[in-house]
C-alpha cells in the first residue's frame, strides 16, 4: 500500500483551504496541477483531499433533487448496451497510481512538463517556461534557478503555490525541498533564493501579475479586483 | 447523542446504494442501475446547475455521463475506500472539470495530469479503512449541523462558487484570511465528527 520510494520528509504543504478547494473539483486549474504533484508523495495531504471528497458526497446527497424529465431514464437503460463494462479496467486501476508512484524517482508529470516546455531566459540565472495561461485558471511555469540565486522581492495578487521539483530555495519563511509547498497570499511579500548545490526547479501557480519591489503597497488597492 | 436513529438510517441506505455499485458491477444489475438512477440522478443534476457553467440541456447530458461511468466503472467501487455517495461525487466532480476544461482549449499535457490523478488509491490505508464509509457519511451529515452559518456559507462556495479563495474573499467581503481560515475550521470540525482526528493534522 505505501510508496515504497525513498521520500524525504515533506515540510512545507498546501493550507486546508486550497485542500478542500481541490477535493470540491473547484480549485484555478494552475494550482491544481501543483498541488495534484504535491499528492503523489504526500500522504497526509492526500488524506485532507479524501477527506474533501466525502465531504463533497455529503453535500451531494444533501442538495433538493431537481425536476429530471423521465426520458432520461430510459435514454440512460438504453446506453447501457452500448457503454462496454471497464472489466479490465479493474485489474488495470488497482496498481496504476502505486506503480506511477514508485516508478519516478521524481514526479511522474515532471518528464511531460519538462517534453513540452519552452525555455526563455527571464534574468541572470533564471530561466522560465509557461505551461498555461487562462484568465480564470491562473499560469503555471515552471522555473529554473541557479544556486544562488536571487528572485527580485516580489508579492502576489491572489494566491501563489510553488512546489520544488528539483534542488532548493529558502525564503524568510523557511528552507523548501523536493515535494515541499510553498503557499504565499497577498500579506506574503518575499525573495525566495534558490540554495545547494544543484539548480532549482520549480512548478509555479500564480493568479494575477507578479508585483515587484515597491509596487508592492499598490496591491491592496488592486485585490479587490482581482 | 440525538439524531441517532436518523444516522443509523442514512448508514443503512448508505449501505444499500454500495451494495447496488457492487451488483452492477458483479451482475450487470439493471434494475440495480435503475434505483441508483432514481436516487443520484436528481441530485446530480441539481449538483451540475449549481456548479455554475452548465443549462438544463447541459445540466442532463452531463447527468448521463456520469451515470453511465458510474455503470463502467463499478467494478473499481470499493465501500471501504468510500461511501457510494463520495464515489459518485468524484466522478461527477471529474466530469465537471473535464467539461470545463472543454469549454476552452486546453494543452493536452494538462489533461493528461488529472487523468493520472482521477484513480488515485488511498495511500494511507488503515485507520479510516476500519470504519464503515457508509457509516462515516451518515456521520458527516450529522457534523454538517454544528458548522456556523459562516463556515457553511464559504464551504458552499468552495464547493460550487468562485475557484479562487480571492474571489470568494471578494463575493463575500471579508479578507482573505479569514476565508482561508472558517474553510480550516469547518473542516476541523468534520474531521473531529468522522472520527479520525489522528488521521492528519496540518
Redesign the interface.
Known amino acids: 500500500m505505501r510508496d515504497e520510494a525513498p521520500s524525504r520528509m515533506i515540510r512545507h504543504h498546501p493550507s486546508e483551504a486550497t485542500l478542500v478547494s481541490y477535493g470540491a473539483g473547484n480549485l484555478w486549474e494552475a494550482a491544481a496541477v501543483v498541488v495534484g504533484a504535491h499528492l503523489i508523495h504526500c500522504a497526509q495531504c492526500a488524506a485532507t483531499v479524501r477527506l474533501a471528497e466525502k465531504v463533497g458526497g455529503a453535500i451531494l446527497d444533501s442538495l433538493p433533487p431537481a425536476a429530471l424529465a423521465p426520458v432520461m431514464l430510459e435514454r440512460a437503460m438504453s446506453r447501457l448496451n452500448e457503454v462496454s463494462s471497464d472489466v479490465a479496467a479493474k485489474a488495470d486501476a488497482q496498481h496504476p497510481r502505486r506503480v506511477t508512484a514508485v516508478q519516478g524517482e521524481g514526479h511522474s508529470i515532471l518528464p511531460s512538463l519538462l517534453r513540452n516546455a519552452e525555455w526563455r531566459w527571464l534574468a541572470p540565472g533564471i530561466r522560465r517556461a509557461v505551461l498555461l495561461r487562462q484568465p480564470d485558471d491562473g499560469t503555471l511555469h515552471l522555473l529554473r534557478v541557479r544556486s544562488g540565486t536571487a528572485l527580485p522581492q516580489h508579492s502576489h495578487r491572489g494566491i501563489e503555490l510553488t512546489l520544488v521539483i528539483a534542488g532548493a530555495f529558502v525564503d524568510a519563511a523557511g528552507h523548501y525541498g523536493p515535494d515541499d509547498v510553498a503557499e504565499a497570499d497577498e500579506a506574503v511579500s518575499h525573495q525566495p533564493t534558490a540554495e545547494g548545490q544543484d539548480e532549482c526547479v520549480c512548478l509555479i501557480a500564480t493568479q494575477g501579475r507578479l508585483r515587484f519591489g515597491s509596487l508592492a503597497s499598490r496591491l491592496f488597492s488592486a485585490f479587490a479586483r482581482i | 447523542m440525538t439524531g441517532q436513529p436518523e444516522q443509523e438510517e442514512r448508514a443503512s441506505v448508505g449501505q444499500d446504494l454500495a451494495a447496488r455499485i457492487e451488483s452492477l458491477a458483479q451482475k450487470?444489475d439493471?434494475a440495480a442501475?435503475?434505483a441508483l438512477?432514481?436516487h443520484?440522478?436528481?441530485?446530480?443534476?441539481?449538483?451540475f446547475?449549481?456548479s455554475g457553467t452548465a443549462g438544463d440541456a447541459e445540466?442532463?447530458e452531463m447527468?448521463?455521463e456520469t451515470?453511465?461511468l458510474v455503470?463502467?466503472?463499478?467494478?473499481?467501487f470499493d465501500r471501504r475506500k468510500?461511501?457510494?455517495?463520495?464515489?459518485?461525487?468524484?466522478i461527477?466532480?471529474?466530469i465537471?472539470?473535464d467539461a470545463r476544461?472543454r469549454s476552452?482549449s486546453?494543452?493536452a499535457?494538462?489533461a493528461?495530469?488529472?487523468k493520472?490523478?482521477e484513480?488515485?488509491?488511498?495511500?494511507?490505508?488503515g485507520a479510516?479503512d476500519l470504519l464503515a464509509?457508509a457509516q462515516?457519511?451518515a456521520g458527516?451529515?450529522e457534523a454538517?449541523a454544528t458548522l456556523s452559518l459562516a463556515q457553511r456559507q464559504v464551504?458552499?462556495l468552495?464547493?460550487?462558487?468562485e475557484?479562487?479563495?480571492?474571489?470568494i474573499a471578494?463575493r463575500l467581503g471579508i479578507p482573505?484570511?479569514t476565508?482561508?481560515a472558517r474553510?480550516?475550521l469547518a473542516?476541523a470540525r468534520?474531521?473531529t465528527a468522522?472520527g479520525?482526528g489522528g488521521?492528519?493534522e496540518?
Not at chain 2, 163 to 167: A, D, P
Request: hydrophobic share 40%.
Open positions: 450487470r439493471r442501475f435503475e438512477f432514481r443520484f440522478a436528481p441530485r446530480l443534476k441539481t449538483y446547475l449549481r445540466a442532463d447527468v448521463q451515470m453511465l455503470w463502467r466503472k463499478a467494478a473499481l468510500a461511501g457510494a455517495t463520495t464515489w459518485i461525487f468524484t461527477a466532480r471529474n465537471r472539470t476544461r476552452r486546453s494543452p499535457l494538462l493528461d495530469c488529472s493520472e490523478m484513480w488515485m488509491p488511498d495511500p494511507v490505508s479510516d464509509s462515516q457519511e458527516l451529515h454538517f464551504l458552499d468552495a464547493y460550487f462558487g475557484r479562487s479563495h480571492s474571489e471578494n482573505l484570511g476565508v482561508k474553510l480550516r473542516l468534520l474531521r468522522l479520525c488521521c492528519d496540518g
